[in-house]
């Protein structure tokens, strides 16, 4: 006897008010196991996006304009200091 002929046989020998709570044991666990599956969906589309996105970025041209203010020179000086090609 598999498990869910077990399962069946177990159910048809509980009186009807508790048919009802088990119904709604089995919809919770379906539910909760729907949901498990849309929540990994969700993660591996962000991760997808994510990737595509930063490769895209990556392959920006970027083309380095000169400070039009002192303002702007004093940061670009303090970004080179701490190492960062601009």
């Not at 709604?24 to 996006?49: M, P, R, T, Y």
Request: cysteine-free; charged content about 20%.
């Amino acid at each position: 006897m598999t498990i869910r002929e077990t399962t069946i046989a177990k159910l048809q020998q509980l009186p009807e008010s508790l048919v009802q709570e088990v119904n709604d044991f089995i919809d919770f666990v379906a539910h909760k196991h729907q949901s498990k599956i849309g929540n990994n969906q969700l993660q591996n589309n962000a991760a997808e996006a994510w990737t595509t996105w930063f490769g895209e970025v990556d392959l920006l041209d970027v083309t380095p304009t000169e400070p039009i203010s002192e303002y702007q020179q004093l940061l670009l000086n303090k970004y080179r200091q701490q190492g960062l090609e601009l």
